[in-house]
C-alpha cells in the first residue's frame, strides 16, 4: 500500500532496553497488533556480546525478538480476541539453522560461544527462530506463529562474510559470481515473508516452517526435537526474568 501510514518506532536488538522501550512506545500508541514480522538479523560476524551478555548473532537474531514477542504479546492476544481476527508472529529464520549441527544444536551457553565458529553461532540463533515460533504456537495456540526462510537474497548481509574473503582472490570472484546468478533480489526475498503474513489462516497453520514460496518444511533434525523446542523456550523465559522482563 503506497499509501500506507508509516510510523518508526527506535529499536536496537542488541539492547534489551532498547526492546523494552520500543515496545513500551508501541503498546502506548496502539491497542491492537495483527502481524509481528520479526525480520532483522544478522549473519557471519566475528564473536562479540551484545549489552546483555549474550553472543551478537544469537543476542539479535533470538533473544531481542523474544523479549519484544513477549512485551507485545498482551496487545497480540487482545487482538485474538476480537471478531474475525487473524493475529500471527512470522519469524525469519534460514536454510542456515542446519549450521546448529556444528555446534550440537542450540548455543545456550554463553561462556562456550567463543569456542564456536562463527557460522556455527549463525545456525545456532536462525535454529532458535523456529524453536521460538513453535513454543510460541504450543503456548498460545490463538496465534498463528510460523517461521520462514526468505532463499539467497542480494543484501548487505553478506558484507562481513564479504570482507573476510576480500583478501582471498578466488573465493572473492566465486562470491561475487553467486550473487549475480543465484541470489535474488529483495523484492523476491519479500515474497514467503508475504506468504507468512497474509495467506489463508488454514493454509499457514499446515506447518511451522517454510520455504520459498509457501512450502512446507520440517526443517533439520534440531527443528523438529521437542526437547529443543522446550529447552529453548525455558531458557529464554528465564533469562528474560532473570533480567528483569
Not at 141 to 155: D, F, K, S, Y
Amino acid at each position: 500500500m503506497p499509501n500506507a501510514n508509516v510510523t518508526f518506532l527506535k529499536l536496537d536488538l542488541t539492547s534489551l532496553q532498547s526492546v523494552k522501550e520500543a515496545a513500551d512506545a508501541f503498546n502506548a500508541r496502539s491497542g491492537r497488533l495483527d502481524i509481528l514480522l520479526n525480520n532483522a538479523g544478522i549473519m557471519a560476524t566475528p564473536y562479540s556480546a551484545t549489552k546483555d551478555g549474550y553472543e551478537i548473532q544469537f543476542g539479535t537474531n533470538h533473544m531481542g525478538h523474544a523479549l519484544l514477542t513477549k512485551l507485545v504479546l498482551p496487545t497480540l492476544l487482545r487482538t485474538a480476541e476480537e471478531s474475525g481476527s487473524d493475529v500471527r508472529v512470522v519469524n525469519l529464520s534460514s536454510t542456515g539453522h542446519q549450521m546448529a549441527v556444528m555446534s550440537g544444536g542450540l548455543i545456550l551457553d554463553q561462556s562456550k560461544a567463543q569456542s564456536h565458529n562463527t557460522w556455527a553461532r549463525y545456525g545456532s540463533a536462525k535454529l532458535a527462530n523456529i524453536l521460538h515460533v513453535r513454543g510460541l504456537q504450543e503456548h498460545y495456540p490463538q496465534l498463528t506463529c510460523v517461521a520462514c526462510h526468505p532463499g539467497v537474497i542480494n543484501t548487505n548481509l553478506f558484507t562481513t562474510f564479504k570482507q573476510t574473503v576480500k583478501h582471498i582472490a578466488p573465493l572473492r570472484w566465486i562470491l561475487d559470481l553467486f550473487s549475480k546468478v543465484f541470489m535474488r533480489t529483495p523484492r523476491e526475498g519479500a515474497r514467503n515473508q508475504l506468504w507468512c503474513c497474509t495467506a489463508p489462516k488454514q493454509e499457514v497453520r499446515k506447518g511451522y516452517y517454510y520455504m520459498p514460496v509457501g512450502k512446507r518444511n520440517a526443517g533439520f533434525w534440531y527443528a523438529k526435537d521437542q526437547k529443543e523446542v522446550d529447552r529453548l523456550w525455558n531458557y529464554t523465559e528465564e533469562e528474560l526474568k532473570r533480567l528483569g522482563y
